[in-house]
C-alpha cells in the first residue's frame, strides 16, 4: 500500500468512525438514521479510490461493528403483500422465505 492509499483509507475509517459515533449519541431513532443516510453520502466518495476488495472488507467489518446505518422508519405501507397466508410488509423480506 502506498502513502496515497494509505491516507485515502485512514479517511475513509475516520468517516466510519465518526458516523458511528453520530449515530451512537443521537436519541430519535428515524431522525439519527435520516441524518445517517445523509453522512454516508459524504464519506462514499472516498471509495472510489481503493482496491474493490479493500472495500469490501471494510464494509465487513463495519457491518460486523454495526457501523452501518440500518432504517429504522416504518416504510410505506403499499409496500405490504399477502404470500402464503402470511403479511409481508416490504417486498424485500420475500427473500426471506
Not at 13 to 31: E, H, K, N, Q
Not at 37 to 59: G, I, M, Q, W
Not at 74 to 79: D, H, K, Q, T
Amino acid at each position: 500500500m502506498n502513502l496515497t492509499q494509505g491516507r485515502v483509507f485512514t479517511a475513509a475509517f475516520l468517516g466510519i468512525f465518526i458516523s458511528g459515533g453520530a449515530y451512537a449519541s443521537t436519541v430519535d431513532d428515524a431522525t439519527s438514521c435520516g441524518w445517517l443516510f445523509s453522512a454516508t453520502k459524504l464519506v462514499n466518495p472516498f471509495f472510489a479510490y481503493l482496491n474493490s476488495e479493500t472495500d469490501h472488507r471494510l464494509a465487513v467489518v463495519a457491518a460486523a461493528c454495526g457501523w452501518v446505518p440500518r432504517e429504522k422508519r416504518p416504510g410505506p405501507s403499499i409496500l405490504g403483500m399477502e404470500v402464503w397466508g402470511r403479511r409481508i410488509s416490504n417486498p424485500r423480506s420475500f427473500c426471506c422465505f
